[in-house]
């Protein structure tokens, strides 16, 4: 197995895995409030821009590291919390993603 196959099971396995996720899963299989599944992955279904986009559902245990790669890495440069949440929600969804962005880049002296 490769390693992209590794981290691709692990992530598929902490989704399965996250308490905070376990209503969501529900939602998924009931077809209810924009969730849906594809290949053992929960999704998030978003209109931006007019366009229906298919968000990952990020586990509570990754969170931290999606939003410290949207907000410091050489891409994103501390752009403060708007721009940082607009670059997270065109590929990611949580629940409480707009808060934690805030919190997150709130003691930021950067940006």
Known sequence: MDKGSMMADSFRSE???CAELALVWK???ESKGNY???DGYLLHRDKILGESIGQLVIPKCIRTEVL????TSVFS?????KTTHERIKYSFFWEGLRADVKKFC????EC
Not at 77 to 81: A, D, Q, R, V, W
Not at 106 to 109: G, W
């Open 77 to 81: 440069s501390h752009m403060g919390p």
């Open 68 to 71: 410290r790669l949207a907000h």
């Open 27 to 29: 939602h998924a299989k």
């Open 106 to 109: 709130e003691p930021c002296k």
């Open 15 to 17: 989704q399965e895995c």
């Open 36 to 38: 849906y599944e594809v």
